[in-house]
């Protein structure tokens, strides 16, 4: 930054306190130096804030509240420019006011603080600024739209005017987070900075980070290769856009003992190699156990069809049996490719969660599905239609053909597949995927929009806009709840010490930490992961946080997620699992995620075998990596109390209505009847569409 030598703004600011000066032509005012009148709540979650914190409150129709950044602007000039920064977000106005006041009085701006967030946005200028403490820039909460949080963050006036920038960055904040094999160290600067750490079991140091180029404020970077319980001394480097470097001080942190457990695992898709003939799982068994992971978790239904040996699934709609045939891929067709797998893991030390795709059934280029599939019997056009719609009537989920989820005969039938996996194999676990709905514009099958319409006594709307769209979106969200529910009791009845866990989503888009029901997970796909840990239905939650590092929003939003997930693993007391990206990225930004990962302390899951970089580099390179730099030991995988060493037990059943064996939706199962048990507590719950309660 460009000096400002006088000695009388330099005494400036060490009596005031209130600003940084970075040079005769720029000034930049954070908080907590910002003059606040009424009531404004101080935020540290988001990743694109200015420095340690923001402020923000409600938009008001009263003009109440206001927060004034006011320069001590070094020199009269005419060409004084006015910066902000602040977080964005959705739920933020269009039209936040902003005063500037300077030599000419007041100008009024009015910011989109739904975009231009999370670095310096242009709002006004040139001005005339006279020398002092006269001008500032005022954000208030004025305005119309009441659900909207203005924010107030930074605040930066420049002049072109001044000499040379000669000041480096003022680091501050240092802080190590640090795991057994790794850690996180994080700083602050008060200016875009680049980021580098050297580190060592000396003052010496002897290693460095690669520099990391991107000028940003706040920094983050992860070192990984450490030894366990081994103390470590460490400085941080940053500089700016000028070259001045800054270099903090001698820093030290011990890094924990051997991890002593972790869930440590790789998904295997089928359509492609990995499980398809006992060669290919040898190869992929050895490949994953060697690099010391302790979880494969296979694709054994893809669509409808089947990498195990299936069983005739009983369906009372048509009083006929459904079963779904060995995928063509299989080879020889007579090999069974998970009974084969659960062998191999096991004898490997490994466990195995064999994973389905939920509601996808068949697809516009399969063919004709057999005699006795389901989508034969219940397919788009049939007598008894299980086919998911758009609210346009469509059934192609880009080729692909789903069942619907509020069809209460369809979650009898997926809960039969289920079962007739975990009872025929010794499986350690299962995995769910594509649990979930394709969009908000689906799940208007007829039978659904019957249910729907018995129940509140209005069709399913087809547009956001409308006044019941909230309704109907809770209602499908609670078709997926249940049929994770009634799995989870239909599993523990049989084989308790299965772990249960779901494939969930981590799109981009609202702060999972602070707009939980905003993120796509729960509004667009109708997803609740954090009810189901919540009322440990599940498991394991294993969110899909597929990012590229590479991509600073992207690396930013995958450290955003890795935060919730740690949060809900230490709320609830069930296990979080990052499912990292490694197609998505280089090994080196792939052993990057992960150990953010891991230094949160939750588990781990690769997407995947077949696919472990972008850079066309052999499979084997990256799991060799993965073995150097985070799983150098074998370790078991994480014990599930609750499940080896119960405290509570679990009450389930069915109700049925014998007089009712007919019913064109129900059958003979009855839908919202309450149960309720007495004991030393008294608890009620109310039946599902199958009429389980539990």
Not at 82 to 104: C, D, L, M
Not at 217 to 242: I, Q
Not at 402 to 424: E, R, T, W
Not at 483 to 498: D, Q
Request: aromatic share 12%; proline share 6%.
């Amino acid at each position: 930054m460009k000096g400002f030598l006088t000695l009388l703004l330099a005494l400036v600011v060490v009596l005031t306190g209130a600003i940084n000066v970075y040079a005769a032509n720029e000034v930049i005012i954070d908080n907590p130096y910002a003059e606040l009148v009424g009531s404004w709540t101080t935020g540290t979650m988001t990743t694109t804030k200015y420095g340690a914190d923001y402020y923000y409150c409600f938009i008001s129709t009263t003009n109440g509240n206001s927060a004034t950044y006011r320069p001590n602007i070094p020199q009269t000039a005419s060409d004084w420019e006015v910066y902000i920064w602040f977080p964005s977000g959705t739920n933020r106005p269009t039209q936040a006011q902003h005063i500037i006041h300077a030599a000419n009085g007041d100008n009024i701006v009015y910011v989109n603080q739904q975009a231009n967030g999370g670095y310096w946005y242009k709002i006004g200028g040139p001005y005339t600024m006279n020398a002092g403490t006269d001008n500032y820039v005022r954000i208030t909460n004025y305005g119309s739209e009441t659900t909207k949080v203005v924010m107030a963050d930074g605040v930066r006036f420049y002049s072109a005017g001044g000499g040379p920038d000669t000041t480096p960055p003022v680091i501050s904040s240092v802080s190590a987070n640090p795991g057994s094999t790794g850690a996180t160290i994080t700083w602050i600067t008060d200016e875009p900075s680049t980021s580098q750490v050297e580190y060592g079991e000396t003052t010496s140091y002897g290693y460095a980070t690669p520099e990391d180029t991107s000028l940003v404020t706040n920094h983050s970077v992860t070192l990984s290769g450490l030894s366990p319980s081994t103390l470590y001394h460490f400085r941080v480097k940053s500089k700016d856009a000028s070259n001045n470097l800054a270099v903090s001080g001698d820093y030290t942190f011990t890094t924990t003992s051997a991890t002593a457990s972790e869930f440590r695992a790789v998904w295997v898709n089928t359509w492609n190699i990995g499980f398809q003939s006992a060669s290919e799982i040898d190869t992929m068994i050895a490949m994953t156990s060697g690099a010391n992971y302790n979880v494969v978790i296979p694709e054994v239904r893809r669509r409808g069809d089947a990498h195990y040996t299936s069983s005739p699934l009983y369906c009372p709609v048509c009083n006929a049996y459904h079963r779904e045939p060995k995928a063509s891929s299989v080879t020889p067709q007579s090999f069974d490719p998970l009974a084969y797998g659960v062998e191999k893991a096991h004898a490997a030390g490994m466990q195995i969660h064999p994973w389905i795709v939920t509601y996808r059934i068949w697809g516009s280029g399969a063919g004709t599905p057999p005699p006795d599939h389901v989508w034969y019997w219940h397919g788009a056009g049939t007598a008894n239609d299980w086919s998911m719609r758009d609210s346009s009537g469509g059934y192609s989920d880009g080729g692909n053909y789903n069942l619907d989820p509020g069809v209460p005969a369809v979650q009898d039938y997926i809960c039969k597949v289920v079962l007739d996996i975990v009872s025929h194999y010794d499986v350690d676990g299962f995995n769910w995927d594509y649990i979930r709905y394709p969009g908000t514009s689906w799940g208007y099958n007829p039978i659904t929009m019957q249910r729907f319409y018995d129940e509140y006594g209005y069709w399913p709307p087809t547009s956001s806009s409308s006044p019941n769209w909230g309704t109907w979106c809770d209602y499908r969200r609670q078709q997926v709840t249940d049929l994770v529910k009634k799995c989870y009791l239909e599993i523990m009845a049989i084989k308790p010490w299965i772990n249960h866990n779901v494939d969930t989503v981590g799109w981009m888009g609202a702060n999972p930490n602070t707009n939980y029901t905003g993120t796509a997970q729960y509004s667009s796909v109708f997803q609740d992961a954090r009810k189901w840990m919540q009322d440990h239905i599940i498991d394991t939650n294993i969110l899909m946080n597929y990012k590229r590092e590479a991509d600073s929003a992207q690396a930013a939003d995958y450290d955003l997620w890795t935060t919730w997930l740690a949060n809900m693993q230490s709320s609830t007391g069930r296990h979080s699992v990052d499912g990292q990206a490694c197609y998505l990225n280089s090994i080196s930004n792939s052993i990057h995620q992960m150990q953010v990962a891991r230094n949160a302390g939750i588990g781990l899951c690769n997407y995947d075998y077949a696919s472990t970089n972008n850079e066309s580099r052999p499979r084997q390179e990256f799991f060799d990596a993965v073995k150097a730099n985070l799983y150098q030991t074998p370790v078991p995988v994480p014990d599930m109390p609750w499940k080896s060493n119960p405290t509570t037990g679990i009450i389930f059943g069915t109700v049925t209505d014998a007089s009712k064996p007919n019913d064109p939706i129900y059958l003979n199962w009855v839908y919202k009847a309450t149960v309720t048990v007495s004991g030393p507590v008294t608890r009620s719950t109310q039946t599902d569409a199958t009429g389980t309660y539990g």
